[in-house]
């Protein structure tokens, strides 16, 4: 009789441990479903890196979109000055010869040749002024407003576009 009992006990032991075993099992591939420490550096690593190349053309691209609209104002006043040329027989330019593109210049700019219309808009991200380059020529420069290595853009009056190393 004691052998039974101790065969029993054996036996649960036995089961419990089979239990106990599979519950562990379960538990065990539970846990590496998730991804790992690795798995998920690799991904941000991916990510930083495929963000730092899109700020980057992202950048470029809104650099280039501010030139060609400086670019589009300048032949706007070209066409101005013509105008201003044909009313009263001189162009409009700085009042002392020469040309520093300021707010105040591009300010001038839209109230002589524009009647006070907001051509030259603050979000191109340059100011314009008119130089006089002799009795019956001028040239229009523009100068993006930042402090280092600013991009300068020239059109003459037959319409030439110069631009500096900068840009």
Known sequence: MMMTVTTQLLKSCQILYKLNSQSFTKIKTKSSIGFSLVELLVVVAIIGILSAVGVVTYNGYISGTKEKSAKNVMQQISLAQ????????????QEDGTCTP??????????????????????????????STGSSNFDIVALENKSNNPCKLTLSRNGNFTRDDNC
């Open 82 to 93: 013509t105008e201003e040329y044909s009313n009263t027989g001189s162009y409009h330019t």
């Open 102 to 131: 300021t707010s105040s210049t591009s300010d001038d700019i839209e109230t002589i040749l524009f009647g006070g219309g907001d051509q030259i808009g603050k979000d191109i991200g340059y100011e314009i002024c008119i130089a």
